[in-house]
Nanobody, 122 residues
């Protein structure tokens, strides 16, 4: 099983980026998929999760209204659209899949991808 994240980069405050994560090795159409991030010197934290149909989403409070998670099950891919980016969004973003979603931002994935770096300049 592989999760390949892409789309990170350097952007100015207020800018936008879209992260993608393509899964391979198995079909994830009936699994949760999500994103976490880890800022320098900090622990990894939950960002967003989406249910298999796309009808269920959860976000950490600090990104609500700015980030949108979506998925394309035909492509086995999950996306994270990030708008109105702030310097505090700077982190390595990791995609994740499978596992259990307990709600309230508590998501315990089974699979992890490599990270993609997002840097927001002030």
């Amino acid at each position: 099983v592989q999760l390949q994240a892409s789309g990170g980069g350097l952007v100015q405050t207020g800018g936008s980026l879209r992260l993608s994560c393509a899964a391979s090795g198995r079909t994830f159409s009936h699994f949760y998929m999500g994103w976490f991030r880890q800022a320098p010197g900090k622990e990894r934290e939950f960002v967003a999760v989406i249910g298999w149909s796309g009808g269920t989403t959860n976000y950490r409070d600090s990104v609500k209204g700015r980030f949108t998670i979506s998925r394309d099950n035909d492509k086995n891919t999950v996306y994270l659209r990030m708008n109105s980016l702030k310097p505090e969004d700077t982190a390595i973003y990791y995609c994740a899949a499978g596992g259990a979603n307990y709600g309230g931002g508590v998501y315990s994935p089974e699979y992890w991808g490599q990270g993609t770096l997002v840097t927001v300049s002030s």
